[in-house]
């Protein structure tokens, strides 16, 4: 009988505060990306990374994923219609934030991404808990780059 286990693939669950540092490092020297309370993750991704974020047609219906990034070519491809539709403009900025999220704290794992369908390949290769833990941890960080921790605390002690 042969083996249907999944490829062991290990993904790191990173502590809250891990996190938080993370997002601060990412936005450190990158003042000028965020005004008043709000990251401009575009200007973050584009000025500080130096990440390209490129169009992709279809990209929801045919893999099921509104975006990808290519670590070693440093693009992050997105869904077209997520990047043209004015109604999906918060769903736009936290994807381009997790995408960025995977960046920082996936990129060795996706380093051979070049395509949607390596990206696919690598996301079956990971247990039910490893992927729990990666995209939750890119959620977490993503949330962190877009809600400096710098500018929500005074907010929450004002109160």
Known sequence: MADTKKPSIK????????????????????????????????????????????????LRRRWDAYAFIDTTAKVIFMDAELMNEARLEKKYRFTLAEELAHFLIHRELFVNCHTAEDRMKIEDMLDERMEAYMESNAKALASAILMPKTCVEPLGESL
Request: proline share 0%; aromatic share 8%; charged share 45%.
């Open 11 to 58: 993904v790191r669950d990173y502590r809250l505060y891990e996190l938080e540092r993370i997002a601060a490092d990412a936005l450190r020297e990158g003042e000028s990306c965020i005004k008043s309370r709000r990251v401009d993750i575009e200007r973050l991704i584009l000025e500080k990374f130096k990440l390209k974020i490129e169009s992709f047609t279809d």
